[in-house]
């Protein structure tokens, strides 16, 4: 159950498009479409955003988007908007019914 | 509306045990699978356990397993994470969530509480 890999941090200037990466192996993200990510501000309960890869759940904006090549998964922000600033985390199946999460990417919008 | 109230963190010395609870609402409780996932201090989120919609099946990462045993009363409405042997390195803020579908396979995490914390600590 090793964690999937993601940069530490990115940045961004209101209006402009940003993409968080997210890498794993054939063992879970390359193998299953169970990808998920979540918009966390600290202090409050994390947010699903996107799940099997690029579905988005009743009430997130359109402009948040995901996708998945290989064993990466991302995830596109388009227009950013000053509240986007939060962590955010991608999560993969990863056989035998468990559950493993990226180390999380800080968004800072400037 | 969904909601999911976690309750029972608190401060605990190493190797004693604590229990938590997650009461559920707005939702077909026992339709659902359901998942603790925390978040140590400064560090990012990671999947504790998920428990089917019957209860049936339970799966744990490795960093808890046999320490840590999942349960729900779909009676009740409520999810539960008993916690034997605690280490400090199980300090963190627990989550309860609610899966998208029955559990098996876990999904994601479609709701979340606002998590309960806990300390251990000597």
């Known amino acids: 159950q090793s964690a999937l890999t993601q940069p530490a941090s990115v940045s961004g200037s209101p209006g402009q498009s940003i993409t968080i990466s997210c890498a794993g192996t054939?063992?879970?993200?390359?193998?299953?479409?169970?990808v998920s990510w979540y918009q966390h501000h600290p202090g409050k309960a994390p947010k699903l955003m996107i799940y099997?890869?690029?579905k988005r759940p009743s009430g997130v904006s359109n402009r948040f988007s995901g996708s998945k090549s290989g064993n990466t998964t991302s995830l596109t922000i388009s227009g950013l908007q000053a509240e986007d600033e939060a962590d955010y985390y991608c999560?993969?199946?990863?056989?035998?019914?468990?559950?493993?999460f990226g180390g999380g990417t800080k968004l800072t919008v400037l | 509306q969904v909601q999911l109230v976690e309750s029972g963190g608190g401060v605990v010395q190493p190797g004693r045990s604590l229990g938590l609870s997650c009461a559920a609402s707005?939702?077909?409780?026992?339709?659902?699978?359901m998942h603790w996932v925390r978040q140590a201090p400064g560090k990012g989120l990671e999947w504790v356990a998920v428990?089917?919609?019957?209860?049936?099946?339970?799966y744990y990462a490795d960093s808890v397993k046999g320490r840590f045993t999942i349960s729900r009363d779909n009676s009740k409405n409520t999810l539960y994470l008993q916690m034997n042997s605690l280490r400090p390195e199980d300090t963190a803020v627990y989550y309860c969530?609610?899966?998208?579908?029955?559990?098996?396979?876990?999904?994601?995490?479609?709701?979340w509480g606002q998590g309960t914390v806990v300390t251990v600590s000597s």
């Open positions: 054939s063992g879970d993200v390359g193998s299953y479409v169970l």
């Open positions: 099997e890869v690029n």
């Open positions: 707005g939702f077909t409780f026992s339709n659902y699978g």
């Open positions: 969530a609610k899966d998208g579908g029955s559990g098996i396979p876990p999904q994601a995490f479609h709701v």
């Open positions: 999560c993969s199946y990863a056989g035998s019914s468990t559950l493993v």
């Open positions: 428990i089917s919609y019957d209860g049936g099946n339970k």
